[in-house]
């Protein structure tokens, strides 16, 4: 195995002991939203994937993409779509404002 590589490894794993047992704090937070749960959020509010991606405009080819896994949403995306999920109906009237 590469040195480097090693020593990249190590340190990154070493880092992650210390960030679990609460003796630092990460240096980002990646908010993750599995496809399933993209799904389930558009299915809560009883919608296909077209009309959920024209309601809350979004790419209906990056919605598909986040509920097949082929893509991920950022942060800013999984945010949105948590709000959605709290509050379907604000969402709406909001971008309908």
Not at 56 to 64: A, E, G, P, Q, V
Not at 67 to 78: C, L, V
Not at 89 to 97: G, I, M, P, Q, S
């Amino acid at each position: 195995m590469d040195d480097k590589l090693f020593k990249e490894l190590d340190a990154n794993l070493k880092e992650a002991v210390q960030v679990a047992k609460g003796t630092k704090a990460p240096k980002s937070v990646y908010v993750v939203l599995k496809p399933a749960e993209i799904k389930a959020i558009r299915t809560s509010v009883g919608m296909s994937q077209s009309v959920f991606a024209n309601t809350f405009r979004l790419s209906l080819d990056t919605l598909k993409g986040w509920e097949q896994g082929k893509r991920k949403p950022d942060a800013a995306a999984a945010n949105f779509l948590r709000i959605i999920k709290a509050d379907p109906e604000f969402v709406r009237k909001t971008l309908a404002a």
